[in-house]
């Protein structure tokens, strides 16, 4: 298989799968990916979890069925964006490694899982939503990292940790890993 596409010819989509904490940097690295490929003329579409719990996935809640839904929409929708020659960036949560290596094996696009790793007192303390204050308050139930579960990839293909390294470093071996990988 091919690495570098062959000039004027369009190059096949891919899926770059964002997990971590909520507040490890999902977000902020996959718009500062997309924004480098666009520049570069590449075709980006960021699907963000938090985006879509406010339309595609209004009706679920944080329940291990709910969130299991909620990765299997982003990937079928992710999925119908990388058909169409797309690099499709999902920031998700995503807690669950068996399911998201199921969504990798069943990927008809490369996929590539990002790691967006912080620890949980760096998230905590970054808090940029304030959503960790409420959760330690109880306020907020079944939240990843506080009171409810978060399975770290074994092996991912990019490993980020956004405690240590500077959001345009993560970002650079992304694109690197991008170019690296068989389309
Ligand atoms: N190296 C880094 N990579 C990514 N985000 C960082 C980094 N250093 C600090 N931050 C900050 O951490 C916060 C991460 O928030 P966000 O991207 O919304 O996380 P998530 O989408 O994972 O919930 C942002 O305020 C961002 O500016
Ligand atoms: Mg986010």
């Known amino acids: 298989m091919q690495s570098q596409s062959e000039p004027g010819k369009p190059r096949r989509g891919m899926v770059l799968w964002f997990t971590g904490l909520s507040a490890s940097g999902k977000t902020t690295l996959s718009q500062a990916v997309a924004k480098a490929l666009r520049a570069r003329g590449e075709a980006a579409t960021v699907l963000d979890g938090d985006a879509m719990r406010q339309?595609?996935?209004?009706d679920l809640g944080f329940s291990r069925a709910d969130r299991e839904t909620n990765m299997r929409r982003l990937a079928a929708l992710a999925q119908e964006h990388a058909a169409q020659d797309e690099i499709v960036l999902v920031a998700i949560i995503s807690p669950f490694r068996e399911l998201r290596e199921q969504l990798r094996r069943e990927s008809q696009a490369s996929f590539l899982e990002i790691f967006v790793d912080a620890p949980l007192a760096t998230c905590e303390e970054r808090d940029p939503k304030g959503l960790y204050q409420r959760a330690r308050s109880g306020e907020l139930a079944r939240f990843t990292g506080v009171s409810d579960?978060?399975?770290?990839?074994?092996?991912?293909?990019?490993?980020?940790?956004t405690a240590e390294e500077r959001v345009d470093a993560s970002a650079a071996r992304i694109l690197k890993a991008i170019e690296n990988a068989a389309r």
Not at 55 to 58: C, H, N, P, V, Y
Not at 149 to 161: G, I, K, L, N, W
Request: charge should be negative.
């Open 55 to 58: 339309t595609l996935s209004r």
């Open 149 to 161: 579960p978060y399975e770290p990839p074994t092996a991912p293909d990019v490993h980020c940790f």
